[in-house]
C-alpha cells in the first residue's frame, strides 16, 4: 500500500486520487484558518510557488479538531486561503485527522511515520508529512516546524 491507493476529496468535494501526484515531492499539511500558526499559508504557498515547475506540490487538508479553529465551510476556507494568503497549492475537503472518523490518508501517514515519542496521533494544525517522489513518507514535522525549515529537504529530494 502507497499513498498513490487513496482517493480524497478536493476542497470542491469532487474525488482525486493521490494517484495524480505520482512523480511529485509532496508536503502533506493539515491546515486551519483560526491558529497561531494559519501565517504558515504564507510560508507553504512560496514553497510552492518556488518550486512548483520541479514537481513539487502542497496538499492542505483543513481539519476542525484542535480547539475548533477551522469551522468554516469548504467554500469560506478556500475564500480565506485565498483572499488571505493566495493560496494556489491543492486543498482538499475538510477532514478529521484523528479518531474513529480519521480520513484514510491520514491513518496511513500516522502510521508510516508516527510523532514524538512514537505516538501516531496528529497533535495540532500544521502537522506536515513529506513525501518523495516515489510516494515514501519522508519525516513528519510537527507544527512548529516552518516551511523554510523543510525547504533544504524538499530541494535535496528535488534533485
Do not use: H
Not at 512548529?144 to 534533485?159: A, D, G, N
Amino acid at each position: 500500500m502507497s499513498i498513490y491507493d487513496f482517493k480524497v476529496k478536493d476542497i470542491e468535494g469532487k474525488e482525486i486520487s493521490m494517484s495524480k501526484y505520482k512523480d511529485k515531492v509532496l508536503l502533506i499539511v493539515n491546515v486551519a484558518s483560526k491558529c497561531g500558526f494559519t501565517n504558515q499559508y504564507e510560508g507553504l504557498e512560496k514553497l510552492f510557488d518556488k518550486y512548483k515547475d520541479k514537481e513539487f506540490m502542497v496538499l492542505g487538508f483543513p481539519s476542525n479538531q484542535f480547539a475548533n479553529q477551522e469551522p468554516g465551510t469548504n467554500k469560506q476556507i478556500q475564500e480565506f486561503c485565498s483572499l488571505t494568503f493566495g493560496v494556489k497549492f491543492d486543498m482538499f475537503a475538510k477532514i478529521d485527522v484523528n479518531g474513529d472518523n480519521a480520513d484514510p490518508l491520514y491513518v496511513y501517514l500516522k502510521e508510516n511515520a508516527p510523532g514524538f515519542a512514537g505516538t501516531e496521533a496528529i497533535k495540532w494544525n500544521f502537522t506536515k508529512f513529506l513525501i518523495d517522489k516515489n510516494g515514501k513518507i519522508v519525516e513528519r514535522y510537527g507544527s512548529i516546524t516552518t516551511p523554510q525549515e523543510i525547504e533544504p529537504k524538499i530541494v535535496e529530494l528535488l534533485k
